[in-house]
């Protein structure tokens, strides 16, 4: 809808062969934007479908972590590199298709035209398969260097899905902060549609001057000048029509441009905006929280089988009436930083005109300095949640012991938690595209249209790269217990670390696998 409001609004300063033009553009963008419509129509129920077959597939690999955490990690990591491998394969194969193939196209400037531009030329394919080789061998050095940390990683891991299993029920439980943050996106996308439509309809005269015949009677007199539809239509006629006939003009018209709308209403979208992050932030907050109290529970308890059955439901209670004011301030702090990122980048936008080497240098620092102070902040947030849950403390003195915590075992975050979360990011990686590549192919078999006799699609890769983002993210909500578990054990670990030492008085609370990898035992008198 942008392309055809911009081409309506330069429509009046074109001559008759740039309309075609931008006709013909417009066209073609509608005739590629139907086509996708109609394949996501098409393809709906293969794409529910494949939904529920990502989210039993990470069902099947959470229990397959519980059982076979060390070969599914290294089969993992293992089935990541085929993919790159058969990544660059694809690049080279289109490489040489192109290279022995070349295809000349005509210059277009519409989304399918420039995608053909980009696609058919060998250097694409060049470029694409030195990148994907560049990543693939960093990513083997990084598995190589870190191949011994890995093995204390897959125990932490393991630690984690003990905990989970012990706990069934938290494995659901990231659906219920999902739907709530689904109900607050679609409320804060409602108040901005309010506020986008506060204000008083402006009007202005448009090809006044490029219309000769039209004759305003001395109420307008140039183009982009405030008008009033009723008076335009009463004052405006087109003087070359038949006598007697009251004709409007042909050309010139009260061209509605928008809404004036009060300057106020800029601080409101700001409120707005603000109140949309710092909800946001909250709700996945109050979820690790309550995660964090579940967990630290099953790793306190030194008889696992003496765990609480409502274990979960203690957590949810224990988050919801003593740490809301916790979770509100940590929240605040990330929504007031996420939205200062948000005004530089609408300040980058703005002085694009006057864009030159300084203003791009500060901006560009400003921008890195805030995002690395947002992750920054995210990381002593999640870890003051869970000591807060470990402890009871207020906001500032868990994040304070945290933040000391995690220093004076900097060299164990770095090689155990660290390691963590990047198998756990391989792992989402290897799903999303693994059912990207999947649909795609399954996609382009015809023992699956003469099944369920359809239609086939025009571009098989929409549904392939919506389900890959969709696998991502449905990863990413079923992986964040794993990741809350495994950060909340491994905080738990360092603290029992440092106040036990394995006597009779003071026992260590870890489990004997993990004392076991780390050289540690309870001394029995």
């Known amino acids: 809808m942008s392309v055809i409001h911009e081409i309506n609004d330069n429509l009046v300063n074109l001559d008759e062969n740039q309309v075609l033009e931008q006709l013909s553009k417009l066209i073609q963008f509608d005739q590629l934007s139907s086509q996708i419509v109609q394949d996501l129509v098409q393809s709906r129920w293969y794409m529910a479908g494949a939904m529920l077959g990502v989210v039993v597939l990470c069902f099947v690999y959470i229990l397959l972590l519980r ?146 015949n039209c004759d305003c009677s001395g109420a307008y007199t140039e183009d982009y000048v405030s008008c009033d539809p009723i008076t335009f239509t009463s004052k405006c006629r087109d003087t070359s029509a038949s006598a007697g006939v009251m004709a409007t003009c042909r050309l010139a018209s009260c061209h509605f441009t928008g809404l004036d709308s009060p300057h106020s209403i800029l601080y409101l979208h700001l409120v707005n905006l603000l109140g949309f992050f710092w909800t946001m932030f909250f709700i996945s907050g109050v979820a690790d929280m309550m995660l964090a109290s579940t967990f630290s529970t099953w790793y306190w308890t030194m008889h696992k089988k003496n765990l609480p059955f409502f274990t979960l439901t203690a957590g949810v209670y224990r988050t919801l009436r003593y740490h809301l004011g916790t979770v509100a301030l940590g929240s605040l702090i990330i929504a007031i930083v996420r939205v200062i990122r948000v005004i530089l980048e609408y300040i980058d936008h703005k002085i694009k005109k006057f864009d030159n080497a300084f203003t791009r240098c500060i901006l560009c620092f400003c921008k890195c300095f805030f995002w690395c102070l947002e992750n920054f902040l995210k990381f002593i947030n999640k870890n003051a949640y869970i000591m807060c849950a470990v402890h009871g403390k207020n906001f500032c003195s868990s994040a304070r012991d945290a933040f000391s915590l995690l220093m004076r075992n900097i060299v164990r975050v770095v090689v155990l938690d660290k390691v963590t979360d990047f198998i756990f990011f391989l792992s989402k990686l290897l799903i999303s595209i693994g059912v990207g590549f999947a649909v795609y192919y399954l996609l382009q078999v015809n023992y699956l249209y003469e099944v369920t006799r359809g239609e086939r699609l025009h571009h098989n890769y929409i549904p392939a790269v919506i389900l890959s983002v969709a696998t991502y993210l449905i990863c990413t909500i079923f992986f964040n217990v794993y990741s809350m578990a495994v950060d909340t054990l491994f905080l738990c670990f360092l603290e029992d670390c440092e106040r036990n030492d394995g006597s009779a008085e003071k026992p260590y609370a870890m489990s004997k696998n993990l004392m076991k990898i780390l050289g540690k035992r309870n001394k029995i008198e």
């Not at 059982?67 to 599914?72: C, E, G, H, S, Y």
């Not at 058969?86 to 420039?114: A, E």
């Not at 080789?133 to 083997?140: D, F, K, M, R």
């Open 67 to 212: 059982w076979l955490v060390a070969p599914v990690v290294w089969l993992s990591i293992a089935g990541l590199h085929v993919l790159f491998g058969f990544s660059i394969y694809l690049c080279y194969k289109n490489y040489v298709y192109y290279r022995d193939n070349p295809v000349s196209l005509i210059q277009t400037t519409n989304l399918k035209g420039y995608a053909q531009s980009i696609f058919t030329k060998q250097e694409t394919w060049m470029t694409l398969l030195v990148v994907l080789a560049i990543v693939l061998t960093i990513l083997l050095f990084i598995i190589i260097f870190l191949r011994s940390r890995i093995v204390i990683a897959i125990a932490l891991i393991r630690e984690g899905s003990k905990a989970v299993t012990a706990i069934k029920s938290t494995v659901l439980f990231p659906i219920f902060p999902w739907l709530v943050q689904c109900a607050a996106i679609a409320y804060g996308v409602l108040v901005l549609m309010y506020l986008l439509s506060i204000g008083d309809p402006a009007f202005r005269v448009v090809n006044l001057k490029n219309d000769t």
